[in-house]
């Protein structure tokens, strides 16, 4: 449209911002409105490199207390509240109806610190649970895992290490490798740890106090981990992550509790991919 006069120019203002209002509703519909967690304000200085020097010699109990305590105080890096939007869908085997959602994930793995100076950390699933029940989080599971890893803007090659793996300076050095790699790209990241993951595999397992782990994808999409249940629930290392995703899961335009998802005989099959998909949580 060519304006001739002051009506028609403004006739063409109009239009162009009711288009602009337009496409922007309807990017926020295909996603839905990201979720507001309400993070703790934040009450401690302490950084992540000073977070290492202060935990080097700390056993694993120690230094998940010591990383709840920083967590719950507001110390987590502003970056990593910017959750981004997983998009996932399946089929209704008995109408062919596709049905399709969003989840929100955390774009890294749980560090503290501030956006200069902040650290990726490697907890138990005991204290991984308590903030993420602090902050209306659960952890993923397997099938998540594997729809985050496709959805990743980072892809990065696994780096595997051998020596003192469940010993704190070993995780800091692995952070730094990880960063190396990184080179600074933003985005959803994916491939550099195993994931701490849900599974009914826990409940099911004769042993008491599992963890269950799975996940460190490889470049041609491959996890090294498959679902593993064999280490008692205390045993961290440099590898094993978490990453946390808000607890409501978008579903045809309506917030669901993932609880629910997974309660759902039909639903849970976009959040779970094993045959029993009825562990929630871990118990602290």
Not at 5 to 26: C, E, K, S, V, W
Not at 96 to 107: D, E, Q, S
């Amino acid at each position: 449209m060519i304006a001739k006069g002051p009506g028609d120019f403004l006739q063409i203002l109009y239009l162009t911002a009711m288009y602009r209002l337009l496409l922007f509703a309807f990017l926020l519909g295909s996603c839905g409105v990201a979720p507001r967690l309400h993070w703790p304000s934040r009450q401690s200085d302490l950084v992540g490199s000073a977070f290492y020097r202060q935990a080097a010699a700390m056993g694993w109990q120690s230094r998940d207390s010591l990383v709840v305590t920083e967590l719950l105080k507001g110390n987590i890096p502003a970056f990593l509240k910017r959750f981004r939007p997983v998009k996932i869908s399946m089929t209704d085997s008995l109408s062919g109806k596709t049905i399709r959602a969003v989840f929100y994930t955390a774009p890294d793995y749980l560090s503290l610190g501030t956006n200069t100076d902040w650290a990726r950390i490697n907890i138990s699933p005991m204290a991984a649970q308590r903030i993420a029940d602090s902050l209306g989080c659960f952890l993923p599971t397997r099938k998540l895992v594997d729809d985050i890893y496709r959805a990743a803007a980072v892809k990065l090659a696994p780096v595997p290490m051998y020596a003192f793996r469940d010993s704190t300076p070993t995780m800091w050095q692995h952070h730094l490798i990880i960063e190396g790699q990184r080179k600074g790209r933003k985005g959803l990241i994916a491939g550099i740890k195993k994931d701490l993951v849900i599974s009914a595999s826990i409940s099911r397992d004769k042993r008491p106090n599992r963890v269950a782990i799975y996940g460190w994808h490889q470049p041609d999409g491959k996890p090294i981990q498959p679902l593993y249940t064999g280490h008692v629930n205390w045993w961290v290392d440099y590898s094993q992550g978490v990453r946390l995703i808000y607890r409501k899961i978008k579903l045809n335009g309506q917030w669901m509790d993932y609880t629910a998802l997974l309660k759902h005989p039909l639903y849970k099959k976009l959040l779970c991919d094993e045959e029993n998909c009825d562990f929630y949580r871990y118990s602290y």
